[in-house]
Nanobody, 126 residues
Framework: QEQLVESGGGLVQAGGSLRLSCAAS????????IGWFRQAPGKEREIVAS????????YYRDSVKGRFTTSRDNTRNTVYLQMNSLKPEDTALYYC???????????????????WGQGSQVTVSS
């Protein structure tokens, strides 16, 4: 059974750092692009970053460029989201999602993803 499990969230002061991990099981991980999404209370789910199946291509939303970095280790079936210089507006429930792909594309729409994790809460205090 396909499963994605996020970990690494928590409470941090503004300016601090956190690293989220997304561990996959039950799927041929190296054939999947991975997306990171977040959803704050009362807001729509939004893309944060995406990484292609081989890790060669990445995408970041403008508000996190230069602060967040996504990477993957296909030998460990794990994707990471390193978040630096965190701001209170980064507070949200963060999800990872997976979509099968034959290419080194990344994907930014939530409807493009088939499998989702349960989410990891990130709270940034001011």
């Amino acid at each position: 059974q396909e499963q994605l499990v996020e970990s690494g969230g928590g409470l941090v002061q503004a300016g601090g750092s956190l690293r989220l991990s997304c561990a996959a099981s039950g799927l041929a991980f190296s054939r999947y692009a991975i997306g990171w999404f977040r959803q704050a209370p009362g807001k729509e789910r939004e893309i944060v970053a995406s990484i292609s199946r081989g890790g060669f291509n990445t995408y970041y939303r403008d508000s996190v460029k230069g602060r967040f970095t996504t990477s993957r280790d296909n030998t460990r079936n794990t994707v990471y989201l390193q978040m630096n210089s965190l701001k209170p507006e980064d507070t949200a429930l963060y999800y990872c999602a997976a979509t099968a792909t034959l290419s080194e594309n990344y994907y930014s729409g939530p409807q493009q993803y088939a499998y989702w994790g349960q989410g990891s809460q990130v709270t940034v205090s001011s």
